[in-house]
């Protein structure tokens, strides 16, 4: 029998889709820089999304997240912080306690 590869699992494997889409958002709870981030995401999924920030984060950093319409806010957890080229940071951000109406629901 050949020796086939062994499955490689990317380090941000995930199993929820993700979509595609800019939505508004706000940042707060950066524990080096105070303040609330005007920014949108890139991506968004029931469970989470990627995000555009000009702070860099840790893994494992709390943080709040709320759209720009006040419908949806959860605390969340910082899964990934990646350098973008040139000037700023995606983060993946898995929800925590969602709470409100997000652009895309859970299966039921």
């Known amino acids: 029998m050949p020796n086939l590869p062994r499955k ?3 380090p ?21 820089v105070p303040g609330t981030e005007s920014t949108f995401t890139e991506n968004v999924s029931a469970k989470g999304a990627r ?6 984060w840790e893994t494992n950093d709390r943080l709040t997240i ?3 319409t006040g419908e949806f806010r959860s605390s969340a957890r910082v899964a990934y912080c ?5 000037d700023g940071f995606v983060i993946g951000v898995e929800f925590l306690e969602p709470k409100g109406r ?5 299966p039921r």
Do not use: K, N, Y
């Open 8 to 10: 490689i699992r990317h």
């Open 12 to 32: 941000f494997h995930r199993t929820d889709r993700r979509i595609p889409m800019e939505i508004p958002v706000m940042l707060d709870g950066h524990r080096q």
């Open 51 to 56: 995000v555009v920030s000009v702070r860099r």
């Open 66 to 68: 709320v759209s720009r």
């Open 82 to 86: 990646q350098a973008l080229q040139g």
């Open 102 to 106: 997000w652009v895309v629901q859970s």
